[in-house]
């Protein structure tokens, strides 16, 4: 049986995601923000910010060869999966679009990072990390190129390949691990105004997500796609991440870490870029939470599991 005080911990580690996410939905319910505007805000100026304090920041070695590819797998396994259920939904490309971005890509930054701190330690939290790093350069890569593909603009191919390129996330995360590996120092004061844009950015996707789950059409959401986003989210994304871990020569914390990274619910940038290339936002966004709801009684069993 597990524990109550995991559920105690696990809830008081998500609390502030969920003060966010009510903060964006009453300010949403009582003012009326333009939720488009403080998003591409937020992609556009904020995010790649984020993501080149975390490539330079965070030492990147040789050992982590075998997390970059189980986590590039992991994701084609997930995409697979999602393709192989839209044949039998009869998606449509944006439904499909969504679909992938709330159930490929992981909360392994603000949820999954803390998580792994508590049940594991300082040592775990280093790979936790290292595995948010790379999500999150897959999400900002792989994640736009679908977003873009099932946008609103009804982008094709070489147009998705095109957006994603000319994204300043990707040419932030390239800075910094070029800046890394020539062992360039940025003055202190420098990375201190980078701070500033950069701690900015998550709680305004939170903020985002919460304004948009106020302006949910009940409508318009599938809850067929919900369900089948939230099952390959939730409970495929661990189960073949545990496959994965064991053929890899790895020492077991990081394959515990891994498995647990792969537990966590819909990362909420997902909403963001929904919301930017107009990828159903209703549909993201309720999975996003949904999953996040769900989580509060999956990862405690997640821990048991993996005897933690």
Known sequence: MVKGWVWMD???IILPV???????FIGQRLIGFDIKSISSAALYLMSPFLAFRT????????DYVYILGACLFLTFC?????WLSSLFMQTTRPQLAALILGSVFPNSGNYGAPVVLFALGAVGFDYAVVIMVFHGLIMNTIGIFFASLGGEEKATWQQAVHKVLRMPLVYASLLGVLLQVL???????VMEGVGLAADASIPTVMLVLGMQLAVISRKKVA????????????????LLAAAIMFFLPVNDLLKTVFIIQA?????????MLSLQFGTEPDLVSFTTFITTILSILTIPFVLFFLGI
């Open 78 to 82: 997930l995409l697979g999966v999602v």
């Open 223 to 238: 809850y067929r796609f919900v369900t089948t986003a939230t099952v390959v989210r939730m409970f495929v994304s661990p």
């Open 55 to 62: 490539f330079y920041t965070h030492e990147l070695s040789i």
């Open 263 to 271: 537990a966590m619910p819909t990362a909420a940038n997902t909403t």
């Open 10 to 12: 696990l809830l008081l």
């Open 18 to 24: 969920f003060i966010i996410f009510f903060i964006g």
């Open 183 to 189: 062992n360039v120092t940025v003055p202190q004061s």
